[in-house]
């Protein structure tokens, strides 16, 4: 696609066979596609390959008890009472999350009890 319909020549330095931009006669350009078809299956190939052995990596390590991602935070101590007092409506969840030094999403995932921490 890149050579054919948008024009564009491959040159791989140590590759001379490969220049694409060079007039070439039939024989030349068809063995050019070949190795550049060639070429393109095999970066593929190993694509899918390192994205297969990632995902048994992954799987290993979560077997093994190793867990992914940032640790949860730790609530602030005032979390309970800040918590008792936007349940009372005295006071709002961007507020309490102010004085708790986390945001209000955080605040809200808390109260909810839908994250670790």
Known sequence: MITKEKGAGIV???MPL???RQ????????IADIVLQLLSYVAQTER???RQRQ???IAVAKQQGVRFGRK???????????????EKGEISAR???GQLGITHRTFLLWA?????G
């Open 12 to 14: 791989v330095l140590d």
């Open 18 to 20: 490969l220049d694409t």
């Open 23 to 30: 007039s070439r006669d039939l024989t030349g350009t068809l």
């Open 48 to 50: 899918e390959f390192i």
């Open 55 to 57: 995902a048994e990596g």
């Open 72 to 86: 949860p935070m730790e609530r602030p101590p005032a979390y309970e009472k800040l918590k008792r007092q936007w």
């Open 95 to 97: 507020n309490a999350a």
């Open 112 to 116: 909810s009890g839908k994250t670790g």
